[in-house]
């Protein structure tokens, strides 16, 4: 069992729909980062959180640590918005290791 | 943050040569980290470069196959040697420890094709 999980491995879209990806892990971690790769294979960070919930213009993280569980949620959908979405985590100490989810690959349809 | 390069950004190889991806960064950082994503998958840590010394490798990658060097704060360089095609991936650059704790900025990645 991957120690990260994201759902659902694919997503489609309409333009315009609210999008939700989740992601839930099984160790303790220090941060927990939502990535977006596109189609090329350049990687962009979305965001870093370790607790509560994170806005960057229609893009919204959020994460439970007690569950053990993030979001990320895109508002407004465009097709711009098309790539595989990735979640991180950091398991702590100084090592700077990140263990990633399998993505999800978002497309979204005009 | 920082910004990230990689050079090449594509190469299409044959099998026994070997290729040496550059990571140049825009500022200098302590953690430099090599990433191999196959396709279809998720990413794997190849190693950690380290300044000075000699990278730190993952279970199953070996200096070998993928040298690495680290001569100073801003450049890295992998080496995929003897390649085969099941060495056919995307390489990325990271780095981190810059200015807070577990950022990482990730770089535009490199696409090997290996014939």
Redesign the interface.
């Known amino acids: 069992k991957n120690e990260v999980e994201q759902s659902p491995q694919n997503l489609t879209a309409q333009e315009g729909e609210f999008i939700t990806i989740n992601c839930s892990y099984s160790v303790g971690i220090?941060?927990l980062?939502w990535?977006q790769q596109h189609p090329?294979?350049?990687?962009?960070?979305l965001f870093?959180l370790?607790s509560g919930k994170k806005k960057h213009g229609r893009l919204i993280a959020t994460i439970n640590i007690q569950e053990k569980h993030s979001s990320l949620h895109i508002t407004a959908s465009h097709p711009r918005d098309s790539a595989v979405y990735?979640c991180?985590v950091?398991s702590g100490g100084s090592n700077?290791?990140?263990t990633?989810?399998?993505?999800t690959l978002l497309t979204v349809n005009p | 943050s920082a910004v990230i390069s990689q050079k090449p950004s594509r190469d299409i190889c044959q099998r026994g040569t070997s290729l040496t991806i550059q990571c140049q960064v825009d500022s200098q950082v302590t953690?430099m980290?090599w990433y191999r994503?196959q396709p279809g998958?998720?990413?794997?840590?190849i190693a950690?470069a380290n300044q000075g010394s000699e990278a730190t490798y993952e279970s199953g990658f070996v200096i070998d196959k993928f040298p690495i060097s680290r001569p100073n704060l801003t450049f890295s360089t992998l080496t995929v040697s003897n390649m085969s095609p099941e060495d056919s991936s995307?390489y990325?650059c990271?780095v981190?420890?810059t200015y807070?704790?577990?950022?990482?900025?990730?770089?535009?990645?490199t696409?090997l094709t290996v014939t």
């Open positions: 220090s941060a980062h990535l090329g294979g350049g990687i962009v960070s870093m370790s990735i991180a950091h700077y290791k990140l990633f989810g399998k993505g | 953690m980290f994503q998958q998720s990413l794997t840590l950690t995307i990325l990271s981190g420890g807070i704790t577990y950022e990482q900025y990730f770089g535009p990645g696409r």
